[in-house]
């Protein structure tokens, strides 16, 4: 696929997990850098391109109702099409004891045609 039809909605839903309160810290710095632009995704046996995505939709993952679909879709605007993992430790101890845990089981509870990312936060001071 070569992309997006020109007329078709370019609206992607991100559902983010945040037990560490990141996400009010990192959503101005986040929204202001919109329009994504240029973005690639491959799944599979298919690429998606898609030249610019003007509605991104941040959803906390405690308000979001999961709806399994067989294909994702760019142009879904209630699909999450990205799941984010906040994570923030304060050193390796909790990193260890706290936080990996945090992080396989988040790998694991997704299904195989979600795409997902983990995003370490580091706090000033």
Known sequence: MSGLPKN???HVTVVYYDQH????LLAP????????????WSAGM????????????FVSSTEYQH??????SLTSPTQAYLNVLFV???DKKEFDTKVQGEISSFVADRDEKEEWLVVYVSRPG
């Open 8 to 10: 078709e909605g370019r």
């Open 21 to 24: 309160d990141s996400f009010p």
């Open 88 to 90: 923030y430790c304060a």
């Open 67 to 72: 709806e399994p679909h067989p294909i994702l």
């Open 29 to 40: 710095g986040l929204k202001s850098r919109l329009p994504l632009q240029n973005l690639k």
């Open 46 to 57: 298919m690429d998606i391109h898609c030249p610019e995505l003007k509605h991104l939709t």
